[in-house]
């Protein structure tokens, strides 16, 4: 008992010497912010070395020249953007915001938020990209930001064609164009269907489409349905029918009396010449009167180009 009670004298004389020289301490139990470290060769011993200090925190400063907007606590902020938005990042969890319009972003302070530091929302649309630098408090700020060509930055995104707004310009310049003869036509249940022009501008065919109602009963537009199908279909023959999904359409007018037009802008395509276009127009459930539009590639092929 006597060589035991020495031996641990011993150590815990040896370990209070090593705990004062500095780079190795003796740690039991936790008493100290330390982790146990064995000195090499003695790996049974409960040696440890000094904690290193903590890397520091590196906070990176939003960019001075942002436009600053304040944002108080139980307070909205609209962002209206010239075009759909497209994608939306926030450097805060303590402020939240989403999308209740294509273009149309709104942000306020979580409630459960305390003391929330700065922050840097980024509004990226089709074509351009917006950053603003997000200040929590203030009084008297305005609820609604345009975000304006001061305050983007464009997106040379190959391939992206044109953005909504530029669809809708180039639709309504053509919608003021007088429309001559008519290049396709065909008559149903009283419903005259014309396709007046085809146009072309970059990747997209604009079809300008016109109907004309000799009827009493008003037309209940369900919607447009684009097709590609065989010009002749045979009995034994499988049919293979490739829809096509606009990606702009000028008015969307659920009714007409007598007369209707509209600019309807499809991505290019092609299509071989055994197989046509059909534009089909549906009546609200429960109608029949369904009227078919056939456009063959050669229609396509000699459409207009726009000037841009």
């Not at 990209?129 to 609820?143: D, K, L, M, R, S």
Request: charged residues 20%; aromatic residues 10%; neutral net charge.
């Amino acid at each position: 008992m006597k060589k035991i009670l020495l031996a641990l004298t011993l150590l815990v004389t040896g370990a209070v010497n090593l705990f004062a020289q500095d780079p190795i301490y003796f740690k039991l139990h936790g008493k100290y912010p330390f982790d146990f470290y064995p000195p090499e060769g003695e790996p049974g011993c409960l040696w440890l070395k000094k904690a290193e200090d903590p890397a520091p925190v590196i906070t990176a400063a939003p960019d001075p020249n942002l436009p600053v907007i304040h944002l108080p606590d139980h307070l909205t902020i609209h962002f209206l953007s010239p075009e759909p938005i497209q994608y939306v990042d926030l450097s805060s969890k303590a402020i939240i915001a989403d999308l209740p319009l294509k273009n149309l972003l709104r942000i306020k302070v979580r409630d459960s938020a305390k003391c929330p530091d700065d922050a840097v929302i980024t509004i990226a649309g089709e074509k351009f990209i917006a950053q603003y630098h997000i200040v929590p408090g203030g009084q008297n700020v305005p609820t609604e930001i345009v975000i304006g060509p001061g305050e983007t930055k464009p997106l040379d995104i190959s391939g992206a064609g044109f953005s909504q707004p530029q669809l809708k310009q180039l639709c309504q310049n053509l919608f003021c164009k007088k429309p001559g003869p008519a290049i396709q036509k065909t008559n149903a249940f009283g419903l005259k269907a014309q396709l007046y022009q085809v146009y072309s501008a970059g990747d997209y065919i604009f079809l300008d489409i016109g109907y004309h109602n000799k009827t009493n009963l008003k037309y209940d537009i369900e919607a447009f349905r684009f097709t590609i199908d065989d010009k002749k279909v045979n009995k034994a023959s499988n049919v293979q029918s490739v829809e096509l999904k606009p990606v702009f359409t000028l008015f969307d007018q659920p009714v007409f009396q007598h007369s209707y037009r509209n600019i309807i802008v499809l991505k290019k395509l092609t299509f071989p010449g055994n197989k046509l276009l059909h534009i089909e127009l549906n009546e609200k459930q429960y109608s029949g009167r369904v009227i078919t539009l056939n456009v063959s590639y050669q229609d396509v092929l000699d459409a207009d180009i726009i000037d841009l």
